[in-house]
């Protein structure tokens, strides 16, 4: 539990281990530190963005604009501080009303030149608050097919170099023509600090033996951040810490492996597999035979479920599409983790080998995979509980995606077995002397002739950073989260918030409250007259919103001893 528990502190010191949070680069560091002090690896980071975004609890300032009170809600970060209304946001004419939370988006993250003009530009943009910048084509262009793409709301960006807010008119060339989504123009400075923002960096981890065949590599993954909510101790610390305590007892037994392997510790798993998927782009864009020599992936992720099932993914229902290749290692991969467990005993089953955690990425990119998983929020059957004991009808983890993910969460004693089928797996395939006549006894397939995409994000810069001495740092930002709130011409103030973060401190958080000019007749709707006028040149409101000790063992296999683990 050492590992656990110091994940555990780190939640709570810094308010949780989310993605590009400080509590994840806590949890980054400490990886790192272990590694170093346990391991001779070579320990590699690799950095890349993401679009993030976290719900925060803002401070607040009061300001008066043209006789409506706004509450621009402002805290950490000293430009966010300063937002003056008519300065750095204003309501745009005709905006539509309602009460947004959504994540902070920016459409030029999603192609090269994109102005919001094409539908294309919308496209992965859908339930998010988006910031796409003037320019192209009209701001009504943009707003109707932002819309249809189901965008919670938009930021008009200004160009950088103009100081004052966008405060236009959104409606077509006929009466009636809205949109009905809220609309917030901004100013330059406003603009480039939340584009700044809707990009945070995050990093994955790598740690790579000495010794063994570089090209039958086994790679060994697990995601390291958790959901914004919660601690994340089972989903996925669990996981984590046992890859790590793994990492410490190979290195511990100081044997000759005979293939190489890669400990890794993912970040933005719970953004949509968004580290595995960039580390395999970036062996696809820098060095694709380091992609083509990993034989197989092992993957741990929630491994210590308190209402837990024993769950080994089901390989040999790996989809066609992923080739034949996959589906023969894959099962072999499963055979393994079945045999072990019969061997203790441990009742078990398969559960979905649908790409749903990190192994997503291996799998389509023809590399077999395997893993262990002990449930999540689906409910345990009257079928389970007779093979597992436990409680029926309710979740494997109750805790799932919660605040209450913590230590107390964790089922130890189910955490020490599957640590001992994981680490006898991994121990199998490590010292194997053929990988590929382990892996693949009637041949080894071809690959597919089209692979499946390593990613499908806006992951964009991806650099690589090679640590040997000295304390581990990382450069991650804090993510970004936009609310926003508008209300009609007739009803009462709105509110807007857009949540933001720095680089340096605790996620940076700014609301507003948005009143609608009182001279507009109609906002959600279409006016009640032909004649129906824009709002007055004076808009009421805008926004914008380890050590080793003590879990489990893995006794001997027919060649050599699996190291102990303990999480």
Same mark, same amino acid.
């Given at each position: 539990?050492?590992?656990?528990?110091?994940?555990?502190?780190?939640?709570?010191? %810094?308010?949780?281990?989310?993605?590009?949070?400080?509590?994840?680069?806590?949890?980054?560091?400490?990886?790192?530190?272990?590694?170093?002090?346990?391991?001779? %690896?070579?320990?590699?980071?690799?950095?890349?963005?993401?679009?993030?975004?976290?719900?925060?609890?803002?401070?607040?300032?009061?300001?008066?604009?043209?006789?409506?009170?706004?509450? *621009?809600?402002?805290?950490?970060? +000293?430009?966010?501080?300063?937002?003056?209304?008519?300065?750095?946001?204003?309501?745009?004419?005709?905006?539509?009303?309602?009460?947004? +939370?959504?994540?902070?988006?920016?459409?030029?993250?999603?192609?090269?030149?994109?102005?919001?003009?094409?539908?294309?530009?919308?496209?992965?943009?859908?339930?998010?608050?988006?910031?796409?910048?003037?320019?192209?084509?009209?701001?009504?262009?943009?707003?109707?097919?932002?819309?249809?793409?189901?965008?919670?709301?938009?930021?008009?960006?200004?160009?950088?170099?103009?100081?004052?807010?966008?405060?236009?008119?959104?409606?077509?060339?006929?009466?009636?023509?809205?949109?009905?989504?809220?609309?917030?123009?901004? +100013?330059?400075?406003?603009?480039? *600090?939340?584009?700044?923002?809707?990009?945070?960096?995050?990093?994955?981890?790598?740690?790579?033996?000495?010794?063994?065949?570089? &090209?039958?590599?086994?790679?060994?993954?697990?995601?390291?951040?958790?959901?914004?909510?919660?601690?994340?101790?089972?989903?996925?610390?669990?996981?984590?810490?046992?890859?790590?305590?793994?990492?410490?007892?190979?290195?511990?037994?100081?044997?000759?492996?005979?293939?190489?392997?890669?400990?890794?510790?993912?970040?933005?798993?719970?953004?949509?597999?968004?580290?595995?998927?960039?580390?395999?782009?970036?062996?696809?864009?820098?060095?694709?035979?380091?992609?083509?020599?990993?034989?197989?992936?092992?993957?741990? &992720?929630?491994?210590?479920?308190?209402?837990?099932?024993?769950?080994?993914?089901?390989?040999?229902?790996?989809?066609?599409?992923?080739?034949?290749?996959?589906?023969?290692?894959?099962?072999?991969?499963?055979?393994?983790?079945? &045999?072990?467990?019969?061997?203790?005993?441990?009742?078990?089953?398969?559960?979905?080998?649908?790409?749903?955690?990190?192994?997503?990425?291996?799998?389509?990119?023809?590399?077999?995979?395997?893993?262990?998983?002990?449930?999540?929020?689906?409910?345990?059957?009257?079928?389970?509980?007779?093979? %597992?004991?436990?409680?029926?009808?309710?979740? %494997? &983890?109750?805790?799932?995606?919660?605040?209450?993910?913590?230590?107390?969460?964790?089922?130890?004693?189910?955490?020490?077995?599957?640590?001992?089928?994981?680490?006898?797996?991994?121990?199998?395939?490590?010292?194997?002397?053929?990988?590929?006549?382990?892996?693949?006894?009637?041949?080894?397939?071809?690959?597919?002739?089209?692979?499946?995409?390593?990613?499908?994000?806006?992951?964009?810069?991806?650099?690589?950073?090679?640590?040997?001495?000295?304390?581990?740092?990382?450069?991650?930002?804090?993510?970004?989260?936009?609310?926003?709130?508008?209300?009609?011409?007739?009803?009462?103030?709105?509110?807007?918030?857009?949540?933001?973060?720095?680089?340096?401190?605790?996620?940076?958080?700014?609301?507003?409250?948005?009143?609608?000019?009182?001279?507009?007749?109609?906002?959600?709707?279409?006016?009640?007259?032909?004649?129906?006028?824009?709002?007055?040149?004076?808009?009421?409101?805008?926004?914008?919103?380890?050590?080793?000790?003590?879990?489990?063992?893995?006794?001997?296999?027919?060649?050599?001893?699996?190291?102990?683990?303990?999480?």
């Amino acid at each position: 539990m050492t590992h656990l528990n110091a994940l555990q502190d780190i939640a709570n010191e %810094y308010e949780g281990r989310r993605t590009a949070s400080t509590g994840f680069n806590a949890s980054v560091d400490y990886v790192i530190k272990v590694l170093r002090n346990y391991t001779d %690896y070579d320990i590699e980071t690799i950095f890349f963005e993401v679009n993030d975004y976290l719900p925060i609890t803002p401070g607040s300032l009061s300001v008066e604009m043209d006789g409506v009170a706004v509450e *621009l809600q402002a805290k950490f970060g +000293s430009d966010l501080d300063n937002l003056q209304p008519h300065i750095d946001f204003e309501t745009m004419g005709f905006s539509g009303s309602g009460n947004v +939370s959504a994540p902070l988006t920016a459409v030029a993250l999603t192609g090269t030149d994109a102005w919001g003009c094409d539908a294309a530009d919308w496209a992965s943009l859908a339930d998010t608050v988006a910031l796409v910048p003037r320019g192209g084509c009209a701001f009504y262009a943009k707003a109707v097919l932002a819309e249809a793409a189901g965008v919670a709301a938009i930021l008009f960006g200004n160009n950088v170099s103009e100081t004052e807010a966008l405060r236009y008119t959104v409606a077509g060339s006929e009466p009636g023509q809205y949109v009905n989504i809220p609309m917030l123009g901004l +100013s330059g400075a406003t603009t480039q *600090l939340l584009f700044d923002l809707a990009k945070a960096t995050q990093d994955t981890v790598i740690a790579t033996t000495k010794t063994g065949r570089p &090209d039958r590599a086994v790679a060994i993954g697990s995601h390291l951040d958790s959901v914004p909510f919660g601690p994340g101790i089972n989903d996925n610390g669990s996981g984590s810490s046992f890859n790590l305590e793994l990492a410490i007892q190979f290195a511990a037994k100081r044997v000759e492996f005979a293939n190489q392997v890669r400990f890794l510790f993912f970040g933005a798993e719970e953004l949509g597999l968004l580290g595995s998927k960039a580390y395999v782009q970036h062996l696809q864009d820098t060095n694709i035979e380091s992609l083509r020599n990993i034989s197989c992936m092992l993957n741990f &992720d929630m491994i210590a479920s308190p209402n837990f099932i024993r769950g080994v993914y089901n390989g040999s229902s790996a989809a066609p599409e992923y080739g034949q290749r996959v589906l023969d290692g894959s099962t072999v991969i499963e055979n393994l983790f079945t &045999d072990r467990l019969e061997a203790k005993k441990l009742a078990h089953e398969l559960t979905d080998f649908d790409g749903r955690s990190d192994y997503g990425p291996f799998i389509a990119n023809g590399i077999p995979s395997g893993g262990l998983f002990t449930g999540a929020e689906v409910t345990k059957t009257i079928e389970q509980r007779n093979m %597992y004991g436990g409680v029926p009808y309710a979740a %494997y &983890d109750p805790c799932y995606h919660q605040a209450c993910d913590t230590v107390e969460n964790i089922n130890q004693k189910v955490l020490a077995e599957m640590a001992d089928a994981g680490a006898y797996v991994a121990f199998q395939l490590a010292m194997a002397k053929d990988l590929d006549a382990l892996l693949f006894p009637e041949g080894k397939p071809g690959l597919p002739t089209t692979p499946g995409p390593a990613t499908t994000s806006t992951s964009t810069s991806i650099k690589t950073t090679t640590t040997t001495a000295g304390p581990a740092t990382s450069t991650t930002a804090a993510p970004t989260t936009t609310t926003m709130t508008t209300a009609a011409p007739t009803t009462t103030t709105t509110t807007t918030t857009t949540a933001t973060t720095t680089t340096t401190a605790a996620p940076a958080t700014t609301t507003t409250t948005t009143a609608a000019p009182t001279t507009m007749t109609t906002i959600t709707a279409a006016p009640t007259t032909s004649t129906t006028a824009a709002p007055t040149a004076s808009p009421t409101a805008a926004s914008s919103t380890h050590s080793p000790t003590d879990a489990s063992s893995s006794t001997a296999n027919s060649t050599a001893a699996a190291p102990s683990t303990s999480t």
